[in-house]
């Protein structure tokens, strides 16, 4: 489990490129057979990919956490980006086509992840918090999932939002966790930009087309920054920071956060003709 640690607000105007991305982006997810985690001191948020091609591969319990296993205090949100597969949590089996999900409660002891098909695997997205309260295992299916339909395709930002791990849907100790798909010609996500000083916040960017990418903006509102980034790669958001960002072609992604609260709209907005 690879760590990332804190970086303050003057620290980061003075990053060059290359520590904004050794920083803040998680360039390696998904890999055959492996599960690859990341540890951010931002609200102790553990990011991650598991992709079983050949068997069954369980979820490891890091020497780091100092705990009896995974998830003894902590929770976990999985979205699957890729082929159908099967999360099994002591004993019980869910399974999951692309962009269903999972959610797994503090206690559960044995997590494992295969996939039906070697030559279509499952890409299984792992975000997990801390929890102090107890919540069931659930899973949803893509089309039960509440959506939203925001923006426009003469601004660009024509796009749909689904809400899997919040209020209205699959309830957590602090989770929350959902995605959106921009329609083809819309490029913008989040914008207008905001942030939200109670909780951070990471992006997985996913079905980005080869020889695409996404530009994908951070920083404070008067000294934005900028990171390239590739299919299946996410970017660690501090919770001082806006997250928002343009592709080369449209493109999908997860976000996820935790925090303070899980209310979906606690945003604080910044005007776009306020962005430096």
Same mark, same amino acid.
Request: aromatic residues 10%; charged residues 20%.
């Given at each position: 489990?690879?760590?990332?640690?804190?970086?303050?607000?003057?620290?980061?105007?003075?990053?060059?490129?290359?520590?904004?991305?050794?920083?803040? =982006?998680?360039?390696?997810?998904?890999?055959?057979?492996?599960?690859?985690?990341?540890?951010?001191?931002?609200?102790?948020?553990?990011?991650?990919?598991?992709?079983?091609?050949?068997?069954?591969?369980?979820?490891?319990?890091?020497?780091?956490?100092?705990?009896?296993?995974?998830?003894?205090?902590?929770?976990?949100?999985?979205?699957?980006?890729?082929?159908?597969?099967?999360?099994?949590?002591?004993?019980?089996?869910?399974?999951?086509?692309?962009?269903?999900?999972?959610?797994?409660?503090?206690?559960?002891?044995?997590?494992?992840?295969?996939?039906?098909?070697?030559?279509?695997?499952?890409?299984?997205?792992?975000?997990?918090?801390?929890?102090?309260?107890?919540?069931?295992?659930?899973? =949803?299916?893509?089309?039960?999932?509440?959506?939203?339909?925001?923006?426009? =395709?003469?601004?660009?930002?024509?796009?749909?939002?689904?809400?899997?791990?919040?209020?209205?849907?699959?309830?957590?100790?602090?989770?929350?966790?959902?995605?959106?798909?921009?329609?083809?010609?819309?490029?913008?996500?989040?914008?207008?930009?905001?942030?939200?000083?109670?909780?951070?916040?990471?992006? =997985?960017?996913?079905?980005?087309?080869?020889?695409?990418?996404?530009?994908?903006?951070?920083?404070?509102?008067?000294?934005?920054?900028?990171?390239?980034?590739?299919?299946?790669?996410?970017?660690?958001?501090?919770?001082?920071?806006?997250?928002?960002?343009?592709?080369?072609?449209?493109?999908?992604?997860?976000?996820?956060?935790?925090?303070?609260?899980?209310?979906?709209?606690?945003?604080?907005?910044?005007?776009?003709?306020?962005?430096?």
């Amino acid at each position: 489990m690879n760590y990332r640690f804190e970086a303050s607000r003057k620290e980061v105007s003075t990053f060059t490129n290359q520590e904004l991305r050794d920083h803040f =982006l998680v360039e390696h997810i998904f890999e055959a057979n492996q599960i690859h985690l990341t540890y951010s001191i931002y609200d102790r948020m553990i990011i991650g990919g598991a992709m079983p091609v050949l068997g069954e591969i369980k979820l490891p319990n890091p020497e780091k956490l100092k705990a009896n296993f995974f998830l003894e205090r902590r929770e976990l949100g999985i979205i699957n980006v890729g082929g159908a597969g099967t999360v099994k949590a002591d004993g019980q089996s869910f399974e999951i086509s692309k962009l269903s999900a999972v959610y797994l409660g503090k206690g559960t002891q044995d997590v494992s992840f295969s996939s039906a098909s070697a030559s279509e695997p499952a890409q299984f997205y792992l975000l997990s918090s801390p929890a102090h309260a107890t919540y069931p295992n659930e899973k =949803l299916d893509r089309e039960n999932v509440v959506t939203v339909n925001i923006g426009s =395709l003469e601004n660009s930002n024509h796009r749909t939002i689904y809400k899997y791990i919040h209020h209205d849907g699959i309830q957590s100790c602090q989770l929350v966790m959902g995605l959106t798909i921009l329609e083809p010609g819309s490029i913008w996500n989040t914008m207008p930009a905001h942030v939200h000083d109670r909780r951070m916040e990471a992006y =997985l960017y996913f079905d980005v087309k080869p020889g695409q990418a996404v530009l994908h903006l951070m920083g404070e509102t008067k000294e934005t920054k900028h990171i390239w980034v590739q299919n299946h790669q996410a970017v660690i958001s501090p919770p001082w920071s806006i997250h928002s960002g343009a592709g080369t072609q449209n493109y999908s992604f997860i976000w996820g956060m935790a925090g303070e609260n899980k209310d979906y709209t606690d945003m604080d907005f910044s005007e776009i003709t306020e962005l430096r």
